[in-house]
């Protein structure tokens, strides 16, 4: 693995860092809004992977595979921060642990 | 060379405000870092020959759904800050191992793949000529034509279920 | 020519910038003179032969006002709100074309700085960033009245980025493209400019667009009776001079967005017309800005006559007219151009 020229590994690299980088996120922040940032953030990750695979074939099959992961990214943040602000009015908190409403 | 150069001087940006973004004290402050880091993935696109999808980036992710994230954070005028409250079950250090773990067992990967003699680094071919709006758009309306339909009505799902969830509950 | 390769985009920007932000300076000239004149006033008289030096004065002015930042402001915020909303609206002129090719020093000189074959979603998507310097300077003043007007802002333009982006599709079905460049070129080759096409496109268009730019009658985040001055009411000196810069150059981006897809950009009236090719003479980029200049009076005309609307009309007019508008217009459009 070399520093130049630029292949598409370097582009993976960088994607997988940004995918740890998410994750480490969802797994350190007790902010529920943080941690969607943190999901927002692999799902980038992903469409890095995607792009680069796709410059990497020469086919554009592999943009068209990342608007449809933006798409869903755009619902599954709609409906989360619906269910957040709803949460958030029962029990005044962000407080991800604090969602146990459900713990016998 | 320029490639280079462009590479890693977004890559540092990305991975730079993607720290930030996980670590920044105030959510404000998170979501400023987030749209910066959608903008240096879009440029990334950019310079990977999908144009289309950076506009789309920043237009749907840095344009819409962070804005969203923006209001709902100052919806929620936090009296207390979840991270006042400490959890005696959280395992922090856990966590860290963790996701250095992902981290490392990717990054291995691809460096053994990389260095392996049978498959020697391919370099990135050369950009569709001709501009990929068009390819992508022909795709989208033919081979994944009912893939597409589908996220439609899943945004319509996720409209609906949005406005009855922001109801509230009487 | 390779040497010279990357010195000419270079230039091209700084003219550009240059350009506009002189341009800026004047516009707030030109809204003070028009409305003065509408109100049977002078207006600015002082500085210079018929006040034409008063825009130096007022940079002047603005630069060497003191800078304040409140005391519970968040100090980060407060400083990037500013960049983030001008920001937006000047690298937004990357991609408007403001004539064809030129011939400059013997060389071939394209009027414009890229002609990218997504331009005019790029347009659309550069200026939906400028939203958040709004929302931030809002936030970050840490005080009602600014909070209330930047939410108040935020929403109107999302909303009304909705009805401008469908009709932007009419016009881009039409068309068959999305290149700026390429979409004067088609009005050429159709023989018509677009304006007699879509009509109703450009209507709701420029609805839309005094919209965008918070201008009268839709100026409600200004509206000082209620919000005393907005979203910067906490602004000062340069800062506030930032947000001021940015609501004109956004409206310079609408008037040239306008002339670009209606009025057939950097042609000439008619360039079909025999008898009317002496036209042809007066170069593109001046037919280009001459367009333009109309939109801006426009804008100022439209303040100095028309009343404000009220939150919830300004509501009702996006989400119950423009848009089923909108959405009526690409269905016609889209079957026309199937079938004809």
Not at chain 1, 48 to 75: C, D, W
Not at chain 2, 31 to 50: C, Q
Not at chain 2, 110 to 120: I, K
Not at chain 3, 223 to 238: I, K, N, R, V
């Amino acid at each position: 693995m070399h520093l130049y020229p630029i292949t598409a590994y370097h582009y993976l690299v960088l994607a997988a860092a940004l995918f740890a980088l998410g994750a480490t996120g969802v797994m350190l922040r007790r902010n529920i809004i943080i941690l969607f940032m943190s999901i927002e953030l692999m799902l980038n990750a992903v469409n890095l992977n995607l792009v680069a695979f796709s410059r990497l074939n020469g086919h554009v099959v592999g943009q068209v595979f990342a608007l449809f992961i933006v798409a869903v990214a755009a619902a599954e943040a709609v409906v989360g921060l619906g269910i957040l602000l709803a949460f958030y009015r029962n029990k005044e908190t962000l407080n991800i642990d604090e969602v146990n409403l459900l713990r016998g | 060379m320029l490639e280079a150069i462009a590479f890693y001087g977004l890559a540092a940006l990305i991975l730079g405000f993607g720290v930030m973004v996980i670590t920044a004290r105030s959510a404000v402050h998170s979501v400023v870092f987030l749209v910066l880091n959608f903008l240096a993935v879009a440029v990334v696109y950019v310079v990977l020959g999908a144009e289309f999808l950076a506009v789309i980036q920043v237009l749907v992710y840095a344009g819409g759904i962070v804005v969203l994230y923006l209001f709902v954070v100052m919806l929620v005028n936090q009296k207390r800050t979840p991270e006042a409250h400490h959890d005696p079950h959280r395992k922090t250090g856990l966590g860290i191992m963790l996701a250095s773990a992902v981290l490392a067992e990717v990054t291995a990967i691809v460096v053994y793949t990389a260095s392996a003699p049978s498959a020697s680094p391919i370099p990135v071919s050369s950009p569709v000529v001709g501009g990929n709006t068009e390819q992508v758009g022909w795709l989208l309306y033919t081979d994944y034509l009912i893939a597409f339909e589908v996220a439609s009505m899943l945004l319509l799902a996720a409209m609906v279920g949005a406005i009855l969830f922001a109801r509230r509950m009487d | 020519m390779t040497s010279m390769g990357w010195l000419l985009p270079l230039v091209q920007i700084l003219i550009v910038l240059n350009a506009v932000l002189i341009a800026v300076t004047y516009m707030v000239l030109l809204e003070r003179k028009v409305i003065a004149w509408a109100q049977s006033r002078l207006g600015p008289m002082r500085v210079g032969p018929h006040g034409v030096l008063q825009p130096i004065a007022d940079a002047i002015k603005l630069l060497l006002k003191e800078d304040i930042t409140p005391a519970r402001a968040d100090k980060w915020l407060f400083t990037i709100a500013p960049i983030m909303s001008l920001v937006p609206a000047l690298i937004a002129f990357a991609v408007i074309p403001f004539g064809g090719h030129a011939r400059i020093f013997g060389r071939d000189v394209p009027l414009f700085i890229a002609d990218v074959n997504v331009g005019l979603l790029y347009i659309v998507s550069i200026t939906s960033i400028g939203v958040y310097g709004i929302i931030l300077a809002g936030y970050a003043s840490n005080s009602k009245y600014p909070l209330l007007a930047s939410l108040r802002a935020s929403a109107q333009l999302i909303s009304y980025e909705v009805a401008i982006t469908m009709m932007l599709v009419s016009v881009i079905v039409t068309a068959g493209t999305l290149s700026m460049v390429a979409i004067v070129e088609a009005q050429l080759h159709n023989h018509v400019w677009f304006v007699f096409v879509q009509p109703v496109a450009l209507v709701v268009l420029f609805i839309g667009g005094l919209a965008e730019t918070n201008r009268t009658p839709f100026d409600l985040a200004e509206a000082e009776q209620e919000l005393t001055g907005g979203f910067h009411t906490e602004y000062s000196g340069m800062r506030f001079a930032m947000f001021f810069l940015a609501e004109y150059a956004n409206m310079i981006v609408v008037s040239a967005v306008v002339t670009t897809l209606f009025f057939g950009g950097w042609l000439p009236p008619f360039p079909n017309v025999g008898w009317l090719a002496f036209l042809g003479w007066i170069p593109g980029w001046m037919w280009f800005l001459v367009k333009c200049f109309v939109f801006l009076y426009v804008f100022v005309w439209i303040r100095a006559t028309l009343p404000r609307y009220r939150y919830d009309q300004l509501m009702r007019v996006g989400w119950k007219v423009l848009i089923p508008v909108a959405l009526a217009n690409l269905f016609v459009t889209a079957i026309l151009k199937v079938w004809l």
